[in-house]
C-alpha cells in the first residue's frame, strides 16, 4: 500500500493530483489524506483527515509513503523506517506562505531513505521506480545527545 | 548525612500539532525527573504520553483573530493550573503566546526553531526567542552573537 499525506494543516492538490494519475496504472493500492481539499481523486481511497492513531496506522501498513516536505512527515517516515517521496509546497503556487519546505527539501536530497522530488516532473520519475527506492535504515527515537545534554542543562539549572 | 533532595521541576511542554510536535517528542530523555505536562492543537496524541498529562487547546494561525484569542485564554488557564518551572516549545503559535505568558508565571523558558527552518528562522521564531532565556536554531549557519544559538538537533 502507498500512503499519501499533505500533512495536518494546508491542501496541497498540485501533489494529490499528480498521484490520482499515477494511480489508475499503479499496482499497488494509495491510500491518501488529502487535508482540506475540494478534490475527489478518482483512483485512490482518500479522506480529508486523519487521527493520529489512524494515521500511525496507515504509515504502519504502508510500503512507501509519499508527502510534502513537512517534517512530521520525514521524521515519521524515518522513525518508521519507510521510504518516502517528498515533494516541497511552493510559496509561488500558493501552497504555504513562505519556500521554507522547498529549503528543507534541498537538505534533505542526500540522505538516505528520502527521495525529493523538486517538481512535478521529478516526482514522476520517482513515482515510476517506486518499487526500488532505498529506506533509511534506521534512526534514533529521540534526538541528538548535544542537544538532549543543553535542554537536560537547562532544566537542571531553572 | 545530610540528603538534600532537589524538587523536581515541572515542566509545561507545548507544540502545535504535526512537525512541531514530533520534534517536540524527541526531547523527552530531557525531561526525564521532571513533572511534564504537554499541551498541543490536535486530540489523539495522548495515547503516546504515558501517565503523562495533556490539554488540547484551539488551533489557529495569525488570520484568525478570535481563534488566537481563544488560544490564548486557554493557555493562560493552564499556566494557572500548572504553574511551571520551566517552559519548553517547538512552535508554532501557542509556543508564543505560551513563552511570553510563561514569563508571568516566571517560567525559564526555551524556545528551539524547527528543524524545517534550514535557511532562515522562522517568523514565530523571530516573535519568540528574543523573549526566551534560551533561543534555539537547530542550524549553525543560523546561529548569531545574541542569538538563536545551535546546540545540536531533533535529528
Known sequence: ?158 | MVFILSKSKKILAIASGGGHWVQLLRLRPAFEGSQVTYVTTIDGYQSALGDAKCFVIKDASRWDKLGLLIMLFQIFFILIQIRPDVLITTGAAPGVFALRLGKLFRAKTLWLDSIANAEDISLSGKIAGPHADLWLTQWQELEKEEGPFYKGRVL
Request: proline share 4%; net charge negative; hydrophobic share 40%.
Open chain 1, 1 to 158: 500500500m502507498i500512503f499519501v499525506t499533505v500533512g495536518t494543516q494546508l491542501t496541497f492538490d498540485r501533489l494529490i493530483n499528480t498521484i490520482d494519475q499515477w494511480a489508475a496504472t499503479s499496482s499497488d493500492e494509495v491510500i491518501a489524506q488529502i487535508g482540506p481539499s475540494d478534490l475527489k481523486p478518482k483512483n485512490m481511497l482518500w479522506q480529508q483527515f486523519l487521527s493520529p492513531t489512524e494515521f500511525s496506522e496507515y504509515i504502519e501498513k504502508a510500503r512507501v509513503i509519499i508527502a510534502h516536505a513537512g517534517m512530521g512527515s520525514i521524521l515519521t517516515a524515518m522513525q518508521f523506517k519507510k521510504p518516502i517521496i517528498i515533494l516541497p509546497r511552493r510559496e509561488k503556487f500558493g501552497e504555504h506562505r513562505n519556500d521554507h519546505q522547498f529549503a528543507t527539501a534541498k537538505q534533505f536530497i542526500n540522505v538516505e531513505g528520502i527521495h525529493v522530488a523538486m517538481d512535478d516532473g521529478e516526482l514522476v520519475s520517482l513515482l515510476q521506480s517506486i518499487q526500488s527506492l532505498t529506506v533509511c535504515s534506521g534512526v534514533s527515537p529521540y534526538a541528538s545527545p548535544e542537544l538532549l545534554t543543553a535542554i537536560t542543562c537547562f532544566i537542571e539549572e531553572s
